[in-house]
């Protein structure tokens, strides 16, 4: 009885990532925020705003810029390890994902505009 040889085929994708590698670029997780509105006011000179962000599936450091129509003069958090500025129309906090979650963000305006044309225009992330 003879065998038959069969030459081996070798097939190249070159769409395919190798498994072990397939994952590592992939985004973790998600964060949203949420502008709710007026939080207080003071008088016709301002006042505070409120938003909330939270997040699911994110481990390590957030970095958070959220944009809003008008000038931030201060921001603040329910956080007391999280880390503020302001600038512009731009506040960024930056903070650990094991935080209190959902984050209570409130949004000063102290230059004489009204607190109730406060909107949020967007917001970006990242996480280190």
């Known amino acids: 009885m003879m065998n038959t040889y069969k030459k081996p085929v070798v097939t190249v994708d070159a769409g395919m990532a190798e498994g072990v590698y397939a994952a590592s670029g992939a985004a ?14 003071w008088g016709t000179n301002g006042g505070k705003g409120l ?15 959220i944009t809003f129509n008008d000038t931030v003069d201060q921001v603040e958090t329910d956080g007391a390890s999280v880390q503020t500025s302001w600038s512009g129309k731009t506040a960024t906090l930056t903070f650990a994902s094991t935080v209190t979650n959902p984050l209570t963000i409130g949004i000063h305006l ?19």
């Open 28 to 41: 973790q997780g998600t964060l949203n925020v949420t502008y709710i509105g007026v939080w207080d006011r």
């Open 51 to 65: 938003a909330q962000a939270n997040w699911s599936d994110i481990n390590g450091t957030i970095t958070l810029n």
């Open 110 to 128: 102290n230059h004489g505009t009204s607190i109730d044309d406060l909107n949020m225009t967007g917001y970006t992330y990242s996480v280190n």
